[in-house]
């Protein structure tokens, strides 16, 4: 029984069926890799497991409870996170308070009205954010605006922001897309420290071959709408199916 | 002090003085001399002034933080004048229940029109609760006639009942005897400078709102606003439900908004439909806009400058023209007075628009901006680029 498990989704856009019949298991504590060409499905399946799209058939359970009907925001609460393809930050804000907010949300909900209490004068709030920032080596830069930071560090940011709110489900939708080499590797490196240091399962939808075989301990390979097979990353570089997937039939 | 940091404390000290003090500073000029149509110390427009600046103030903790603009903002100001007045009719004519019943009247429009208005955002939120205004303002002259008096607006009589008020008791609006009307003047050499009861119980509360809204700002809740207007996707991918914070915020410049409309009222007893029209849900926007959105103290000089260019530019007309241009040749005189005169008068609202227009292309920070660049000319520091923004430094 894995953390997130995923029975028979379908989803259809008029005449599209962009997923067909999606069987998934995600082990707790594992990196899951979702790979698969352009429009096989991968952002239309992890966009049903947030809440931002109800799937018209099957199933969606995160650790025992539904998550189908929920609203991102109640989702996230129960315990996943999500990292956008391009970084989803507060740019008119610091980055520090980029760092409170989601220590905000772990401490008081999804709604407090703390109005005239001060922010400085939280102080369990402020030394986790501190700390994350460390974490993610960004403390010196904690009063910039976030809209200033390279593309690097906001990727940083916003996976540190993620982190704050100590989720059980980390997914990931292409975080190096657009990114230079240098910036990849330092990608890998943090998400690979994370996996070890945490207790967290990581589920990453992506494209570069490099991230996902630097990473992953199992790969599932999606392609229109179904998943083709699920296995280990050294059986998926050779596996004749996914060769064709992503190659055509002239590969052979 | 206040439990806000030394920038805030400062902050709020100034805004107390130049309160306390209005009605020294705004009569720089004696009375009988040429530049006294420019002083703007008498109580009627010193009250509008900090009036206006509670409604502003509001009204930019809703588009200041959040970056929700509401086109409708003078129906709950509309709506608290006519609490008041109602309150003066029938209980009492002291104006702390006139004032209470604005605001929780205002606060509980503010949650209807809010709940629907808030399910869109950007440009069909605005025009929401445009409709929404007008509406009120179209009822108020109408069908809501019994409450509100159509187009005669509501006004207080002696036979109203007032159940509260003993026979012997103030006859204008008071605040436990003292009316608000009363004013003593002070003459100093060719000076004079009026105290009145109305703009201090005025003034006074607007310090508090002032108060509130600093530490509004400086609140987690206040940080969360501002993270709406930033990202609400990430606000909803982070656990954070925007709808409840946006509402409170709607709710809270609400009541902001009818203390005000009530403060209008407890000044002069008297609420017409007009206030609630969309000119003057315009008005507080450009006040917002003019002074800083966003900022503390923008709102609170937006509008003391619209609401001074609206009562002194106003009052400048030809014969004023030709005694200032009275020294130059006839034929010069004249032309002068032809060039300057669409400007002033009935006109004030074209040398306003064209003020507008140069702060937002200029300064889009407002006139806290401009404040904000020639203090940093006057201390010769280089301008750095993330403070450039004109947004007050948040808390941290």
Redesign the interface.
Known sequence: MGILEVKNVGKRFGGLQALGDVNLSIAEGSVHAIIGPNGAGKSTLLNCL?GKLIPDTGSVMFDGQSVLGR????I??MGI??V?QTP???????V??NM???C???R?????????????N?HD?IDKAEAMLSDMNMIEKR???AS?LSRGDKRRLEIG?CLA?DPRLLLLDEPTAGMARADTNNTIDLLKQISDERDITIAIIEHDMHVVFSLAQRITVLAQGTPLVEDTPDKIKGHPKVREAYLGETAH | MFGLNTKDTTLLLIVAMLTMFAPFILNPFPADSAMAQFNAGYPDLMQRFVIFGIFAIGFNILFGLTGYLSFGHAAFLGVGSYSAVWMMKLLTMNVIPAIALSVIVAGLFSVVIGYVSLRRSGIYFSILTLAFAQMSFNLAYSVLTPITNGETGLQISLSDPRILDGAGAARYPNLFGAEMNDATTLFLGGWSFTFSVGYYVCAVIMLLCFYLSVRIFRSPFGMMLRAVKSNQQRMNYTGLNTKPYTLAAFVISGMYAGLAGGLLAAMDPLAGAERMQWTASGEVVLMTILGGAGTLIGPVLGAGFIKYFENIFSKINDSVLHSWFSFMPDGIEDLMVTLVHPFVGKGWSLTLGIMFMLVVTFLPGGLVEGGQRIGRLLRRKPAKDDSASGKTEPAE
Request: charged share 20%.
């Open positions: 947030v609203k991102p925001y109640e996230n609460q996170s999500r956008f989803e930050i507060f740019g008119d804000l610091t520090m308070e409170l907010i989601p905000f949300a772990k008081d909900g999804a709604f407090e009205l703390n109005a005239i209490t001060r922010v400085v939280q709030v009063h910039m605006h200033s922001m709110q």
